[in-house]
């Protein structure tokens, strides 16, 4: 079992819809958890961190850690075309200058 | 804030040529940088990890005489590709980190090697 299980989509919404992303995770050691963002031929943005249980929101965008079900989720409201790119999921055990554990990123498309 | 920047962001080169990829931190000392390979529709693949005025360390089944890094200062670590080969024609990421658990990273490097 990978680490970190993230579904490669692709996933194709229309404009304005509500676009929910999901990460598992099988090592309950994984503390801090990280969404980023991935346009085409770019590196990854760090979006949105998270440490605790619980939503965290940021404009337009949501993360939401269950660590009883070792779930993560990103979702993304209002969503625009320049929303298209791949969303990465990722944790590091612990505090401090360590290894990122990612998913395999979801591909999304908003159409306009 | 956080920018890092590489240089080159793309380079051809010729086979059995080397070259050389660098990570700067612009605005920010880096403690530890990160080289990640990626290819694509692929997740990003970490090689390694270099920490100012240390060694390196490499990933399992990450050659480390093929990719020499150096970690020359808090703000530069530079990725050389030695003797390269059409098969290490890739997208190299690097990142920085300040000691806490966000990574800055780059906007990468695509090499294709002919």
């Known amino acids: 079992q990978k680490e970190v299980e993230q579904d490669p989509g692709p996933l194709s919404v229309p404009e304005g819809a509500i676009v929910s992303l999901n990460c598992t995770y099988s090592?309950?050691?994984?503390?801090?958890f990280m969404w980023y963002r991935q346009y085409s031929r770019k590196g990854p943005e760090l979006l949105m961190y998270?440490?605790?249980?619980g939503n965290k929101e940021d404009g337009r965008f949501t993360a939401q850690v269950d660590k009883s079900s070792k779930y993560i989720s990103l979702f993304i409201r209002d969503s625009q075309p320049s929303d298209s790119a791949t969303y990465l999921c990722?944790?590091?055990?612990?505090?401090?200058?360590?290894?990122?554990?990612f998913g395999k990123g979801t591909k999304l498309t908003v159409n306009p | 804030g956080a920018v890092v920047s590489q240089h080159p962001s793309r380079v051809i080169c010729k086979s059995g040529t080397s070259v050389k990829i660098e990570c700067r931190s612009l605005?920010?000392?880096?403690?530890?940088m990160f080289w990640y390979r990626q290819f694509p529709k692929q997740s990003l693949m970490l090689m390694a990890t270099?920490?100012?005025?240390?060694?390196?360390?490499?990933e399992q089944g990450v050659e480390k005489d093929k990719f020499l890094i150096n970690h020359a200062s808090l703000t530069l670590s530079t990725l050389t590709v030695t003797s390269a080969h059409p098969e290490d024609s890739s997208f190299y990421i690097c990142?920085?980190?300040?000691?806490?658990?966000?990574?800055?990273f780059g906007p990468g490097t695509r090499l294709t090697v002919t």
């Open positions: 270099s920490n100012e005025g240390s060694k390196a360390t490499y």
């Open positions: 990142s920085a980190a300040t000691g806490g658990y966000e990574q800055y």
């Open positions: 090592n309950s050691a994984f503390q801090y």
């Open positions: 990722a944790t590091v055990p612990q505090g401090g200058s360590e290894k990122l554990v």
């Open positions: 998270t440490y605790s249980s």
């Open positions: 605005d920010f000392q880096a403690t530890t």
